[in-house]
């Protein structure tokens, strides 16, 4: 793209040549012709090839990065929105204060659905899936006590899961 501030009438040429060239060039011309074509040279040809391509490659990468970020965005507003539906999973208790096994069970669920959404969002930040659950701190209406979930490996994540269940029942 050019700077609409201090544009040429030679750049508007070059970059209207440029484009023109491309569309020869996936039309399947050689240099040759679409420099005779332009009555310019076949390196001329090449370069205003060439310029084109990287023209739309950045164009392109400028577009990918919009999408990945938009969609980071959305991945993380659907991993607050879960963790928020976590803190509410926490708070379902009986009358005589014991925690509802549904409750515990919507909690497991909802860490699954949180991993996913961390692998994604990793896969789109060009990170590894992630072997630690990011940092927050749940309180355990069982114990009262907290337990950090990020200390945790997925297995031992899974146990204490399994072993929530257990105690639950």
């Known amino acids: 793209m050019l700077d609409s501030q201090n544009v040429t009438p030679e750049q508007i040429q070059r970059q209207k040549n440029s484009i023109l060239a491309f569309e020869l060039h996936c039309q399947g011309h050689s240099y040759d012709r679409i420099g005779y074509k332009l009555g310019c040279a076949k390196s001329t040809a090449w370069s205003l090839v060439n310029e084109a391509q990287k023209e739309i490659l950045l164009e392109q990468q400028q577009d990918l990065n919009i999408l990945r970020n938009d969609a980071i965005a959305t991945i993380n507003d659907l991993i607050k929105s879960r963790?928020?539906?976590?803190?509410?999973?926490?708070?379902?208790?009986?009358?005589d204060g014991k925690l509802y096994r549904d409750g515990v069970r919507m909690r497991g669920l909802i860490v699954q659905d949180i991993l996913k959404l961390l692998q994604e969002r990793n896969k789109l930040l060009g990170l590894y899936a992630p072997e630690r659950v990011e940092q927050f701190i749940i309180e355990s209406s069982q114990n009262e006590a907290k337990i950090d979930y990020s200390v945790f490996d997925l297995e031992e994540l899974s146990q204490i899961y399994a072993d929530s269940l257990k105690s639950s029942k």
């Open 83 to 95: 963790y928020e539906d976590f803190k509410e999973a926490c708070d379902v208790v009986s009358d």
